[in-house]
């Protein structure tokens, strides 16, 4: 008998505060995704034991495609990041202000 | 009723004038765009005495048919055709409609002889008698409406013909504006009879006349008050009048035709076409029309009495004349008024188109101090002017004796005191008109006078200064028409034994029957006798004063306030720069700048203003931005809350 | 309410859950706090490990591989490979705020609000809701039935085909995607795009000498 889903989706949901949290907070572009992946992470968590309580294969089935999405969507933002920020020591995320209104 | 299918010739005929001069005016030239104008107002007479002579043979009950040429406005519960009414009415208008329509334009052609816009002339000329046919022939309010208004607009095209001449312009603009204001009554009418009839149309089962004994009284009262309205704009009623000395701007023969015979009638034509519907109205609607019409009377004759132009006594006399006839509709002798509509046709452009005799022949001269025993001069413009003169003022056996008295009998059995007043306007009438041609004809030659004191003042090259000439048989001819018809015209309704009452009896079926007080014929004979010494001390008096003496001996007889017309014009005139300027400059500057362009330039400032605060959110910070979604995330959450229930 | 079943669970499980709980949120706190992004790298890869132990507990084993082979092993090294590319490494300046105190109390604020919210909602709705669908098994080693991976796979290939297909063509965009992203500019370009650099790199200099003298100015005070 496993522990009652109701723990692993108080954890998540924590998870997901922290992360949220360190995105609006934090300057640096790189810690600022990773708190994304924080996020993703709390989300897949949840979305597993919601398969277990539900007792469906297809919460398991989102978590790979959300696996793959975060993959795909690291892998060019990265590539965005080192793009704009080339030879820029020490940039942060508030020197892109340009559209300001 | 094969003939008359053809009654669309009647309005058709002009307007192919009209037509045919647009096009080809100007290359026809003078004169023959003048006879071909003429022919085709000729033309169109021919016609409608055809249709007269196939009326007059239908049997009396049968005499109203509606000849339907067009569906016109089909619209929902409202269907107007272009059709033409052929009844003892309409046909009446248009037979002396057309007839001195037809006198003028051969008129027209020796007096606009020389004008540069000679073509332009008649192509007004034969628009307006198009319109009039329009309006006197339609089966319907709004067709009638249409040649309404079609009459208008030329009586503003014709008025200001020499528009090159500001006071032309002018004059032109303040008879179509003051026609609005007519006009918006008739409109008014017109909406109150389609809401209480369901139609426009004169006759037949849905017709507004033939229903109109169901309109409910107060609705009938406000329709007459309204189309009064519209008469009073049309046929210079007071207060309405003040355009119609100010159209003696324009040519005499537009005077002739238009402010004379025909479009000035058109508000006693109308308010004589609803007379089905004055009966169902309450008594004070007649009563308005009466006292109207008889102070309009005797307003006109005071000023024509003190004029000096030629033209304008006899434009203040139509005034007057009109009053008579207004004042005959609200008596309920529709009868009278009509024959005096007809009479006074035959008179008033008799007497019209002698004054433009009279200035043509004084080379463009129209001031009667400057004129004097033109007789000798002009002898067929004189003796004709006599029988226009006799014939206004009333003397017998011409036509005016006997329509100025039916009026009068009717007026006395009205009341006694308009018929008071009728007696003093007649007086004046006589007076006034006696006054002109003892001033133009007779006398001293005051233009030689003249012309010989500007001749010494500086060096005058005018040859023509030189003595008056009779005109020429294109205008001399009409005068003698209608000087005949002037003369012989009362044959029509003589008031003898009952059986030569022709017009009485012809008009019976297209007007209300009216229970009025038969008089005894020692009363008619008594009040005919009145009349006419009125008349007689009226010349006398004129005699007296214009004939013996010179003129200006009499400068008492012509007070400042009567030259002045009463100062109405400068009234109107003050008010709306006084206090009309400043209700405009409320509206302006106030109204207008403050409130309206405040509320329209507000907008703008609060949208801006709006903007640029709501703009501050925008601080180019993306983690600012991923706060502002967060907090979107939450509010959702706690909405969701709420509607789960907590 | 909330339903603690604490006592339906083995002790195992239930210490599991903790301790993995408790590696997770330190993990959590070591991104969020640490000054250092590669510390910040390195707790993350902590986190995730903590998670593939929770999956492995909710009988997600196939899931608890992958999430160890790709997020721990390939993206956060990717994180760590262009942390040291681009020399981001140079620590945060957390006691400063440029975007003003809202922003952190806000921060702080929110989420926290939101979490309070959040687990509101999920208790009062007895956290999961819906009839568990005829999809088939999630458990397979503890139901006995199929293992894991055959169900995953199964419904992958199955029922979840088109989508199986649709990211594996992401997958090559977002591969195009980084290597157009990431490539060199032409020689023509680049003497331009030096110039601007530079340029950039002068304004940010001299932004970064403000911000100093500014802390030197309030650490003396």
Known sequence: MSLGGEWYLILAAILFTIGAF????????????????????????????????????????????????????VVVGLGIIVAIFRRRAGATADDLHILKG | MGTLDYAWLIPALPLAGFVVLVVAGRKLGEPLAGWLATTAVGASFLTVLVMFAKVVSMPADSRHVVVTMFDWIPVGGLNVHAALLLDPLSITMALFVTGVATLIHLYSIGYMHGDERFSKFFIYLNLFVFSMLVLVLADNFLLSFLGWEGVGACSYFLISFWFTRSSAAVAGKKAFVTNRVGDFGFMIAMFLMFGAVGSLNYIGPAGVLTNAGKIP???????????????????????????????????????????AATMVTAGVYLLCRVSPIIAAASGTATWVIAVIGAVTALFAATIACAQDDIKKV??????????????????????????????????????????????????????????????????????????????????????????????LAGAWSKNPGLWAVGLVTALLTAYYMSRQVFLVFYGEERWRHRAAETSDAHVDDHAEHAEPHESPLVMTLPLIVLAVAAFVGGVINLPLFGRTLFLEHWLEPSLAHVEAATLTSGAKIGLGALATIAG?????IAYVTWYRRRPEENAGLEPLVLRRAWYVDAGLAAFVSGPGRMVANWCAYVLDKRVVDGAVNGLGTLVRNGGAQLRRLQTGYVRNYALGLAAGVVLLLAWTLVRVGL | MLAFSVFGATPVDFLTFVIAAAIVLAGAFGVVFSRNPVHSALSLVMTLFGVAVLFVEQHADFLAAVQVIVYAG????????????????????????????????????????GLFLLLFLAGVR????????????????????APNVDLLGRSLFTGFLLPFEVTAVLLVIAVVGAVVLARRPPRAEQAEMLAEQRALDEQLAKERDAELVAEHLEGRS
């Open chain 2, 314 to 407: 006899l434009a203040y006399s139509t005034i007057s004349q009109l009053g008579y006839m207004v004042l005959a509709v609200g008596s309920g002798a529709y009868v009278a008024a009509i024959f005096h509509m007809i009479t006074h046709a035959f008179f008033k452009a008799l007497l019209f188109l002698g004054a433009g005799s009279v200035i043509h022949g004084m080379h463009d001269e129209q001031d009667m101090k400057r004129m004097g025993a033109l007789r000798l001069w002009m002898p067929i413009t004189w003796v004709t002017f006599l029988v226009g003169w006799l014939a206004i003022s009333g003397f017998p056996p011409l036509s005016g004796f006997w329509s100025k008295d039916e009026i």
């Open chain 1, 22 to 73: 360190g995105l609006l907070v934090r300057r640096n572009i790189l810690v600022m995704f990773m708190c994304v992946e924080l996020m993703l992470n709390a989300v897949n968590l949840s979305f597993v034991t919601f398969a277990r309580m539900l007792n469906d294969i297809g919460g398991q089935v989102v978590v790979f495609f959300v696996l793959v999405v975060a993959a795909a969507e």
């Open chain 2, 217 to 259: 009284e107060v609705t009938a009262t406000a329709i007459v008050l309204m189309l009064f309205v519209g008469a009073a704009g049309k046929s210079a009623q007071l207060p309405l009048y003040v355009w119609l000395p100010d159209a003696m701007e324009g040519p005499t023969p537009v005077s002739a035709l238009i402010h």
């Open chain 3, 74 to 113: 390939a993206i956060v090294v990717l994180f760590l490979f262009v942390i040291m590319l681009l020399g981001v490494d140079r620590e945060e300046n957390v006691d400063v705020e440029p975007l003003g105190p809202v922003q952190r109390w806000a921060g702080l604020l929110i989420p926290l609000v």
């Open chain 2, 536 to 540: 007689l001390a009226g010349l006398a």
């Open chain 3, 126 to 145: 007895d956290w999961a809701t819906g009839t568990p669908s005829a999809r088939g098994a999630a458990s397979g080693s503890a139901a006995g039935g």
